[in-house]
């Protein structure tokens, strides 16, 4: 058996120089940025593989990262890229391989890899930090809602574990620390929290399909906060976005119902807040930990019937807000779900990660 470690980033080398230890014979390292020679026998290969996901989803990227230029424009540019990366990466994803283990597999550079690796016989691994604390996601079907997660209640009613989860959260880390260590004005004594996701991250651009960026989702609460004024809608910018959004601080300061709060731990914000309302993020997994009722809008693998309520459109939206009363919070249903995660399907973050990996990669290329 032989499995390649396909690092996007240097930072994914340095992970998989530390994994490749645990068996050198095993693990082949490479850093495909560094690969210029191009193969051009994939030419031959190339009506069989389907670039266009990889296409859009860059044409996406751009788009929100750096201006929102016509497709049409930007369309020649990214088919020239991604065939590009196909004729980089072709031999690179040898058929000698029997697994790709790689981060995310959402981008485009990782969709390329993923179509050639498909192409060839050669079965991709996913990884990605998360969902609970001190946790990684290690997966042979994919990340966020395309995980292996059961989507089944009955999975979840029927699962059995007696052990504790975790009650606390690790915060993250923020990419501009000055917009985090605002005055702390105090909190409304009832409050829905609203985490604010990355306009270029998957979750938005692949995994949300009505509401594709975060002015959006405030133009969403906003208009809520107008026809349901019993409510007040405590909103936190991600940590790891660099978009600033002075225009939607200043339309919650003239509003008398939205706030934001950057300057809490986001734990801080989950405990005391009534509801969250999220796209998909992390952060609604995490609410479930102390026992809230989660909103969710876009795809998500916890979007699933007695754990959380998942929504469509603005109208579903109003009407679950209206009908909270009536929504009783399933605790043992949603600890199953939890522990299962915990306990089940994520990997620990401690001295045995890089040997759990390995069992893990070896389990699955049986």
């Known amino acids: 058996m032989k499995v390649l470690l396909f690092a996007i980033r ?26 210029l020679l191009l193969s051009f026998k994939a030419l031959k290969e190339l009506h069989r593989v389907d670039l266009k996901p990889a296409i859009k989803f860059a044409i996406e990227e751009f788009r929100v990262k750096v201006a929102p230029l016509p497709k049409s424009m930007l ?56 969902l609970l604390p001190n946790r990684l996601v290690l997966d042979a ?30 915060p993250r880390r923020a990419k501009n620390k000055r917009k985090f260590e605002t005055s702390l004005e105090p909190l409304p004594k009832q409050f829905i929290f609203v985490p604010f996701q990355v306009d270029s991250d998957t979750q938005i651009i692949t995994n949300s399909k009505w509401i594709k960026n975060m002015k959006f989702f405030f133009d969403i609460i906003e208009q809520i906060s107008r026809e349901l004024t019993s409510y007040h809608f405590v909103l936190k910018e991600h940590p790891s976005s660099s978009r600033n959004y002075p225009d939607l601080h200043k339309r919650a300061k003239e509003s008398e119902y939205i706030s934001f709060a950057n300057g809490y731990p986001t734990q801080e914000l989950i405990e005391k807040s009534d509801v969250v309302i999220t796209i998909n993020s992390t952060v609604g997994v995490e609410s479930l930990l102390f026992k809230k009722r989660v909103i969710v809008l876009g795809s ?35 600890d199953n779900f939890l522990k299962y995660l915990y306990y089940d399907y994520l990997i620990e973050k401690d001295e045995h990660l890089y040997e759990n990996f390995y069992k893990f990669i070896k389990k699955v290329n049986k």
């Open 300 to 334: 998500a693998f916890y979007r699933i019937d007695g754990i959380t309520k998942g929504v469509d459109n603005i109208d579903a939206l109003i009407d679950t807000l209206l009908n909270l009363d009536n929504w009783i919070f399933e605790e043992r249903l949603v």
């Open 141 to 170: 079907k994919g990340i966020n809602a395309d995980n292996s997660v059961p989507r089944e209640r009955s999975f979840f009613d029927a699962y059995q574990n007696s052990l504790n989860l975790p009650n606390s959260l690790t």
């Open 10 to 35: 240097s930072s994914h080398k340095k992970f998989f120089i530390r994994l490749k230890k645990e068996d050198s014979d095993f693990f082949d390292i490479v850093l495909p940025k560094y690969r």
């Open 75 to 130: 369309g020649l540019y990214f088919n020239t890229l991604a065939l590009f990366h196909y004729l980089r990466y072709y031999s690179l994803i040898d058929k000698k391989y029997d697994a790709m283990l790689l981060w995310n597999g959402g981008k485009c550079r990782q969709r390329i890899a993923i179509e050639i690796a498909k192409l060839k016989g050669v079965k991709s691994i996913f990884f990605e930090n998360g």
